[in-house]
């Protein structure tokens, strides 16, 4: 313990100082405490409450409505927000928790992003209270590799927490709906009923035989990609119950009606995509488990929308530009927003800024995503043109080539400074600025850029 609380006090001095520089969202403090003791989170004391928030998708924004809600509620919360879901970030997040004697006496609530792959290795020593799940699908091969390695290493954590965890998990995904069920963590699920969303078809199967008998999985309905009701013909392998079940999505209301218990309560959408469907679904099934008033949530959710990490929006001349998150090397991801651009009923023209900064180093080694992901989807009447720069816009161009779109429909220049030039807004209702999650601010300027050029011509 001598080691513990010389890691807390010298980390804590760290923090300090990067909060007199303004530079409190910073993770370096944390790794300074975990290489001063590699025990560290396990020793911290943790807050009245503790929730872990995992999966492949949808972790940052249901991260946020929890943490979101906490706050309005007046509650002392620390959440690593800016992206470290890491052993460092966690690091910061719970020395924010306690005292110099290692009191949990600053905090009342902490809200943790957690990576996936490496949640055995954190959450275990952490012991949360609970561990939502939204899902588990193909990501990076680079990251994290299959799903089924992934599934392992959550699996894991909740094998050797027990019931000192609740696992929250999403009926609907038959890889992580397996998730503790050898242990005796307490499960609660959540799903949803066929809301008509009437997915295409397509590429990326993250399962595809029972893990159980090996037969065939069948789905009486799917969301998108293999989320949906799923039955196995050969074994008792399906969707299990869920105590949080959406029994409907009205659009023009711009609700989702849950049945919890038999009694149904319409809850905002913070947006119109069923992946924040799915979001906002566990949001709720999590904060009713703590307690929370059912009304309580349904005021709440009428003050939110999709983080604008995710999503924004300006408008100009009656025509939208969005800038729209879109994972590059996570080819689930990726799939579900191209699938949502060929069901956004709007006119439009789309924009690629999906490149990673790794990639312009070791371009070799990120080609395989693109030929996993449903670029197909991309080929529908409602896409004029779509657009790509950037180092690898050959490769781009070519996978466009190879899911049917005609060249006609695609411009792809080395610059992406170039981009703009080549944006047409005649006959068009939106702008999609797709772009990799670490690129915010660089999706934001190209929007800005776009919308400049749209001004100086309309001048004329």
């Not at 007046?74 to 879901?85: C, H, I, M, T």
């Not at 809200?111 to 799940?133: G, R």
């Not at 009656?318 to 060929?342: D, L, R």
């Not at 009923?345 to 790794?358: F, I």
Request: charged fraction near 25%; aromatic fraction near 10%.
């Amino acid at each position: 313990m001598v080691r513990f609380f010389i890691a807390l006090w010298i980390s804590k001095i760290a923090m300090f100082i990067f909060k007199l520089r303004g530079q409190e969202r910073n993770d370096w403090p944390g790794l300074l405490a975990y290489k001063l003791c590699p025990d560290f989170l396990r020793y911290i004391k943790k807050p009245p409450l503790s929730i872990a928030i995992t999966g492949t998708n949808g972790k940052t924004t249901t991260s946020a409505l929890i943490a979101n809600k906490f706050k309005a509620d007046g509650l002392r919360v620390s959440f690593n927000d800016w992206g470290a879901n890491l052993q460092a970030g966690f690091g910061v997040n719970l020395m924010r928790c306690v005292d110099f004697l290692n009191r949990p006496v600053k905090m009342d609530v902490s809200v943790l992003e957690a990576d996936e792959k490496t949640l055995d290795d954190t959450m275990t020593k952490i012991e949360p209270d609970y561990i939502l799940v939204t899902n588990i699908s193909k990501d990076s091969l680079r990251r994290n590799g299959h799903p089924e390695f992934i599934f392992d290493h959550v699996e894991n954590t909740f094998n050797v927490l027990g019931n000192k965890t609740v696992a929250v998990l999403n009926a609907n995904d038959p890889i992580s709906s397996q998730l503790a069920a050898k242990s005796d963590a307490r499960r609660v699920f959540y799903g949803m009923a066929d809301i008509g969303a009437a997915p295409f078809e397509n590429k990326v199967k993250d399962i595809s035989v029972c893990p159980y008998c090996g037969g065939d999985i069948n789905y009486n309905y799917r969301h998108y990609r293999h989320i949906g009701d799923f039955y196995c013909e050969s074994c008792d392998f399906k969707t299990p119950e869920a105590k949080y079940f959406a029994e409907s999505v009205d659009h023009e209301k711009e609700e989702i009606i849950i049945n919890e218990n038999g009694e149904l309560t319409a809850y905002p959408l913070i947006s119109d995509t069923v992946f924040n469907a799915f979001n906002v679904l566990s949001y709720v099934a999590l904060m009713r488990e703590i307690g929370v008033d059912k009304q309580e949530l349904v005021d709440f959710l009428k003050t939110q929308k999709v983080t604008e990490i995710r999503e924004t929006s300006v408008t100009f001349n009656n025509i939208e530009y969005i800038t729209f998150a879109a994972k590059s090397q996570n080819v689930s991801a990726a799939s579900t927003v191209f699938e949502y651009m060929a069901k956004e009923p709007s006119d439009k023209e789309v924009v690629l800024l999906m490149d990673e900064v790794q990639d312009k180093n070791h371009p070799s080694e990120t080609l395989t995503w693109l030929y996993e992901t449903d670029y197909e989807f991309l080929n529908s009447p409602n896409i004029k043109k779509i657009i790509v720069g950037g180092h690898m816009y050959l490769n781009h161009k070519l996978r466009l080539l190879l899911a049917g779109i005609d060249e006609s429909r695609i411009v792809c220049v080395e610059e992406e400074a170039d981009i703009v030039n080549h944006v047409d807004t005649s006959g068009i209702d939106k702008i999609y600025v797709l772009f990799e999650t670490d690129y915010l601010s660089k999706a934001i300027n190209m929007r800005a850029r776009i919308v400049e050029r749209a001004k100086e011509v309309a001048a004329k």
